[in-house]
């Protein structure tokens, strides 16, 4: 008995932002605060802790200072600049 072609599924579309999975460990009364403040705001405890996160990261600057990072950006590129 012949088995019929497998069905393939159409790529998904790119997200337009990347987003990749992480891990904290926080103590019981910390995660009882974020899950009630999120509540609260009607959002989710994920979003939220990325707000806070976000704010409390606001003036950090990555940067690379390898030899070769202008050839990754290309010579026309415009980087960012924190005042």
Not at 10 to 34: E, F, G, N, W, Y
Not at 53 to 75: C, M, P, Y
């Amino acid at each position: 008995m012949a088995t019929p072609p497998a069905k393939r599924r159409k790529a998904a579309a790119p997200s337009p932002q990347r987003t990749v999975k992480a891990t904290i460990l926080l103590d019981v009364q910390t995660h009882a605060k974020l899950a009630a403040a999120a509540a609260l705001r009607g959002c989710d405890r994920s979003t939220l802790a990325l707000s806070f996160i976000a704010e409390g990261l606001k003036g950090v600057v990555v940067f690379d200072r390898s030899a070769n990072a202008s050839d990754k950006l290309g010579t026309d590129a415009e980087v960012d600049r924190v005042a």
